[in-house]
């Protein structure tokens, strides 16, 4: 059918939104903080919630969100090349939290709140250190390797409190392939109502 959209443009759609989501908000964040927080001892980013929701939505997919969250904070920081690696590689770590979606599946990891937060908490876990690894293997020093973790905290909180939101929400913290077929089916159920 004409105007009909497939799965593959509403992937890409989808992922194009959440790519501008996380170039918009991670710039305003790394831009108010090299400005006017610079000499602050923590960061904050939302790199890994916007990847943890991708990923629950798309799977492996999301690597370019984690890509692109790096891409982002070093532009606007005006980072040196080997912190672009150091940001863009480690972030991909991250991904290594696809392991619950795997065990659990990706609807009870959904509906139980502790395990979207352990989730959620592991994806950042994973970028901080992926970040750690990358700068060590390119000749950092392993303290410098530690602030990778230590200044990142609060952002924890805000990848915690952003997939405890996001869960709640029809649809946006859910495989869309399963989201699709269920909100197809609802439309079928409701037709075949009357």
């Known amino acids: 059918m004409k105007g009909q959209m497939t799965v593959g443009r509403y992937r890409a759609v989808d992922l194009s939104l959440f790519a ?14 090299t400005k ?3 000499s602050e001892p923590y960061t904050v980013s939302l790199v890994a ?22 891409i982002v904070f070093c532009l606007v920081s005006h980072a040196t090349g080997r912190q672009y690696a150091v940001y863009c590689a480690g972030n991909l770590l991250g ?11 990706a609807e009870r990891l959904r509906e139980d709140s502790l395990k979207s937060l352990l989730y959620a908490f592991t994806v950042l876990l994973l970028m901080q250190l992926g970040r750690a690894a ?3 293997l390119l000749g950092a020093k392993p303290e410098a390797a530690v602030g990778f973790i230590t200044t990142d905290v609060v952002s924890y909180l805000f990848t915690l409190l ?5 869960r709640r929400l029809d649809g946006v913290f859910e495989d869309q392939i399963h989201y699709l077929r269920r909100v197809n089916k609802e439309r079928e159920e409701e037709k075949g109502g009357f």
């Not at 501008?20 to 903080?33: D, G, K, Q, R, Y």
């Not at 919630?49 to 790096?70: E, F, K, N, P, Q």
């Open 20 to 33: 501008l989501m996380l170039i918009v908000f991670e710039t305003v964040i790394v831009s108010a903080a």
């Open 36 to 38: 006017w927080f610079p």
């Open 49 to 70: 919630a916007i990847t943890a929701i991708v990923m629950m939505r798309w799977g492996i997919w999301a690597a370019l969100h984690a890509v692109v969250g790096g």
């Open 95 to 105: 991904l290594g939290a696809l392991l619950w979606i795997r065990l659990w599946g």
């Open 134 to 136: 990358v700068a060590l």
């Open 162 to 166: 952003i997939v405890w939101i996001v």
